[in-house]
T-cell receptor, first 111, second 110 residues
Framework: SQTIHQWPATLVQPVGSPLSLECTVE??????LYWYRQAAGRGLQLLFY??????ISSEVPQNLSASRPQDRQFILSSKKLLLSDSGFYLC??????????FGPGTRLTVL | KQEVTQIPAALSVPEGENLVLNCSFT??????LQWFRQDPGKGLTSLLL?????REQTSGRLNASLDKSSGRSTLYIAASQPGDSATYLC?????????FGSGTKLNVKP
C-alpha cells in the first residue's frame, strides 16, 4: 500500500531564517506531487506541483521554491522566511485522474 | 481560473439529522471532483471521488452527486453522528490540479 510522509510535524522559525520541508511517498512510482498551504481558517492554496523528477510548476509567485530530486521526494524551501509564510503545509500525491492523497502536514510558525 | 464556493461555511446540527453540503464551481471542464474531510490540525482524508462521466458516488452514509454542466456538487450525510464533526472540502480537478473551496465546518451535537 502507499504511504506519504512529511517532516517535521511542527516548526517554529524566526523571520529571515531558511526553510526546508520534506515529503516522501512510498509504494508507488512516478506520482504527481503537490505542495499546498492552508492559512488559519482558510482553504487550501496550491503552491507547487510536479509531474516528474526536476519538473516543477509554480502556481503563485512567492517567497518559496520547490524541488523534486528523486521520483518520490518533494522538497519545499525558502531562503528567508517572512511572517506571511506561517501556515499549515500539506503535501499530496496522485496518479492519473485518480484520488489525491494527503500527508499529515507541517505546522509552520514564523516569529 | 477555477473558483470554488462551499455553502454553508459552518453548520451545527443535533445528532441523527440528514445533511446536505453544497459546492459550486465556475469552470465545468473538470476531470473529476473529490470530497475530503479534515479534522483539526490534520491532513485531508478522501471521502469520495466522482469522475466527470459519473453522476454520483456512495460510501456508507455518504452520497455525493455531481452536475458538471451547472457546476454543482452536493455531499449528503445520512443520520449524522458526533464523529462526523470536521471540515468538509470539495475539490474539482483540472489537468493535473485540484482546486479547493474553503470548506464547510460541521459540528454534530450529541
Amino acid at each position: 500500500s502507499q504511504t506519504i510522509h512529511q517532516w517535521p510535524a511542527t516548526l517554529v522559525q524566526p523571520v529571515g531564517s531558511p526553510l526546508s520541508l520534506e515529503c516522501t511517498v512510498e509504494g508507488t512510482s512516478n506520482p504527481n506531487l503537490y505542495w499546498y498551504r492552508q492559512a488559519a481558517g482558510r482553504g487550501l492554496q496550491l503552491l507547487f506541483y510536479s509531474v516528474g523528477i526536476g519538473q516543477i510548476s509554480s502556481e503563485v509567485p512567492q517567497n518559496l521554491s520547490a524541488s523534486r530530486p528523486q521520483d518520490r521526494q518533494f522538497i519545499l524551501s525558502s531562503k528567508k522566511l517572512l511572517l506571511s509564510d506561517s501556515g499549515f503545509y500539506l503535501c499530496a500525491w496522485m496518479k492519473g485522474t485518480d484520488t489525491q492523497y494527503f500527508g499529515p502536514g507541517t505546522r509552520l510558525t514564523v516569529l | 481560473k477555477q473558483e470554488v464556493t462551499q455553502i454553508p461555511a459552518a453548520l451545527s446540527v443535533p445528532e441523527g439529522e440528514n445533511l446536505v453540503l453544497n459546492c459550486s464551481f465556475t469552470d465545468s471542464a473538470i476531470y473529476n471532483l473529490q470530497w475530503f474531510r479534515q479534522d483539526p490540525g490534520k491532513g485531508l482524508t478522501s471521502l469520495l471521488l466522482i469522475q466527470s462521466s459519473q453522476r454520483e458516488q456512495t460510501s456508507g452514509r455518504l452520497n455525493a452527486s455531481l452536475d458538471k454542466s451547472s457546476g454543482r456538487s452536493t455531499l449528503y450525510i445520512a443520520a449524522s453522528q458526533p464523529g462526523d464533526s470536521a471540515t468538509y472540502l470539495c475539490a474539482p480537478s483540472g489537468f493535473n490540479k485540484f482546486y479547493f473551496g474553503s470548506g464547510t465546518k460541521l459540528n454534530v451535537k450529541p
